[in-house]
């Protein structure tokens, strides 16, 4: 892994740390910073964010509603994106994720950066 990339990491870490309020999530992107490693799901999510490179200044991890899935939301922008883990494809994948209209049992559709996760999502009304 590049230098940049391990900064980057350390980076995103960090503001989302800023930003979020509950203390398992804080603890859960702690062990980002205190022991990087890929077999911890944080981590994992993380280095994901980093490496889609989108700005995330002023996102917090909100909610984590099973182990698998990590929602983000900006407070002040009113934008959300998730990540989680997508067991059920052919080769099993942590991905982007977005909220949107049911379709037949579901409403979470898989995205393929930040940007688009954030540009479908689709908030109750």
């Known amino acids: ?23 398992s999530y804080r603890e859960e992107l702690e062990s980002v910073l205190i022991n990087p490693r890929e077999d911890n799901n944080a981590y994992i999510v993380v280095k994901k964010i980093a490496e889609d490179g989108y700005d995330i200044t002023g996102f917090a991890l909100t909610e984590m509603p099973l182990d698998d899935v990590y929602d983000f939301f900006n407070y002040d922008t009113n934008q959300a994106f998730s990540i989680c883990y997508f067991d059920g494809a052919e080769e099993p994948y942590w991905g982007f994720f977005y909220v949107a209209d049911w379709v037949g049992d579901h409403n979470g559709f898989a995205a393929d950066s930040i940007q688009e996760a954030i540009e479908k999502y689709k908030f109750d009304e």
């Not at 892994?1 to 203390?23: C, G, P, Y």
């Open 1 to 23: 892994m590049s230098e940049m990339l391990k900064e980057r990491i350390e980076a995103v870490a960090k503001e989302l740390l800023k930003n979020t309020k509950n203390e």
